[in-house]
């Protein structure tokens, strides 16, 4: 299982991001997915998760602020990121468990600045 994500950069504070993460083999309708990141000195976090039956979950820092959905047709799943704020600074990484085996992308940079 491969994963490849893309969609960061750098955008002013108050902007939106969305992120994709393509997956290869048809196995995102059947896995656990999820977008974890990576602040500057800091542990890695969860930011928002979505099961096989579609279930989303996310963190209190970004409630109402991003979304997560998944299209299994194209086996993408993608975070739409609003409202950005410099906080948000990080390196962001696509995470699947598919059955058990765990795979992480590489990891798209995202950067909130003026």
């Known amino acids: 299982v491969q994963l490849v994500e893309s969609g960061g950069g750098l955008v002013q504070p108050g902007g939106s991001l969305r992120l994709s993460c393509a997956v290869s083999?048809?196995?995102?309708?059947?896995?656990?997915m999820a977008w974890y990141r990576q602040g500057p000195g800091k542990q890695r976090e969860l930011v928002a998760s979505i099961t096989g039956g579609g279930a989303t979950n996310y963190a209190d820092s970004v409630k109402g602020r991003f979304t997560i959905s998944r299209d299994n047709a194209k086996n993408t799943a993608y975070l739409q990121m609003n409202s950005l704020k410099p906080e948000d600074t990080a390196v962001y990484y696509c995470?699947?468990?598919?059955?058990?085996?765990?795979?992480w992308g590489q990891g798209t940079q995202v950067t909130v600045s003026s």
């Open positions: 083999g048809s196995i995102l309708a059947l896995s656990f």
């Open positions: 995470y699947v468990n598919f059955l058990g085996s765990i795979n």
